[in-house]
Nanobody, 112 residues
Framework: QVQLVESGGGLVQAGGSLRLSCAAS????????IGWYRQAPGKQRDFIAI???????TYAESIKGRFTISRDNAKNTVYLQMNSLKPEDTAVYYC??????WGQGTQVTVST
């Protein structure tokens, strides 16, 4: 059974950084497309970034240049490095395997 567990969220001041982790079990992340998404209160869940098995990355325009997705095959984990955080980045962040499994999410709150 595939399970994704996000961690690394928290409260940070505007301009700060956080690194989110998406640890997988029951599968090998390097064989799949892994994506990060976020959902702010009262809003739809939006795409943030993906990484393919070949290592190709794609980003949403809203975070391009500030966020970086990466993968550690030895740890079977995908990361989202978030720099220059803004209050509008406040949301629950989720990782997703292909078009199927979601993690439970991790809260990111950026204060002014």
């Amino acid at each position: 059974q595939v399970q994704l567990v996000e961690s690394g969220g928290g409260l940070v001041q505007a301009g700060g950084s956080l690194r989110l982790s998406c640890a997988a079990s029951g599968t090998i992340v390097s064989l799949h497309v892994i994506g990060w998404y976020r959902q702010a209160p009262g809003k739809q869940r939006d795409f943030i970034a993906i990484i393919t098995p070949g290592g190709t990355t794609t980003y949403a325009e809203s975070i391009k240049g500030r966020f970086t997705i990466s993968r550690d095959n030895a740890k079977n984990t995908v990361y989202l490095q978030m720099n220059s955080l803004k209050p509008e980045d406040t949301a629950v962040y989720y990782c997703r395997l292909n078009s199927d499994s979601w993690g439970q999410g991790t809260q990111v709150t950026v204060s002014t």
